[in-house]
């Protein structure tokens, strides 16, 4: 059998030496040839010089460049879309996905006979403030999707190339391969492994980077927040009965003496409602248009090395 593994670089001219031959040094029971497919994401340094030698020197190497930074989850399309394998591993370029635990993935598949196997980090080597932003980010983003997530898995991990053939059929404009490796369902297991430190550099992901792939993957991957709009013009319609029966009550009572403020209450509460579910119900409809009708490229390859 042969496995791919991918890998997004970004600032990582420094690392990629380390990382080609960790990766190609790998004796992997029932595996008889590894391919190690780098995409270049539009990386500011001498990343692609770096892909070109390690291509050069080892024919197990290929080497993508796009046209620009598109971002890591586009890179780790383009980079299972050019993949072969029969197994899949997708991991970070940073060497903070240790290379040797790829054996243990594979024994925890044998005992599973799972089609996903994640690799837990069960101590993250990062900053406090990396750690948080990381665990909210996945918690929000999980908890309006509805998918069940752990905290500890991000990219990397073991697929089955059915599943990865399951992902690239359901890619978006705006894909995020946690959610959609999450999505496709299959059997799935986790291993717990030792989270590296990142020797060099620091994370490309700035807060404001991190609150923009939020709301783009939010508002691209899951309408549940649109329905929770439905459900709360709904509510405050229903609430508005009660409010306008309240109100009529203190009327009878000659409770209220400014004359028009029982007819403004009602019509605020209950126009309000109204507006609030018809906008849910419209923007349900236009999230279904923009899946079906998005058709913009989600990267452009510039050079490859095959």
Sequence with gaps: MKLSVVSPVYKAEHMLGELVQRILALTVPGISEIELVLVEDGSPDQSWEEIKKAAAKYPQVKGIQLSRNFGQHPAIVAGLQASTGDWVVVMDCDLQDVPEEIPQLFEKQKETEADIVFAKRERRQDSLLKKATSTFFYKTFFFLSGIKHNAGVANFGLYRRITIQAVLNSVNAHPFFPFLIQSVG?????????????????????WIKLIKLALMVIFTSTQ??????????????????????FVFLQWLNKGIQVSGYTSIMISIWFLTGCTIFTLGVIASYLGKILDNVSRKPIYLIKNTIY
């Design 186 to 206: 299959f059997r799935t297991a986790y291993l717990s492994v030792h989270h590296g430190e990142r020797l060099i550099g620091k994370s490309s992901y700035s």
């Design 224 to 245: 549940r927040p649109l329905k929770w709009v439905i459900k709360l013009g709904l509510i405050i319609t229903s609430a508005s009965f009660f409010m306008a029966a």
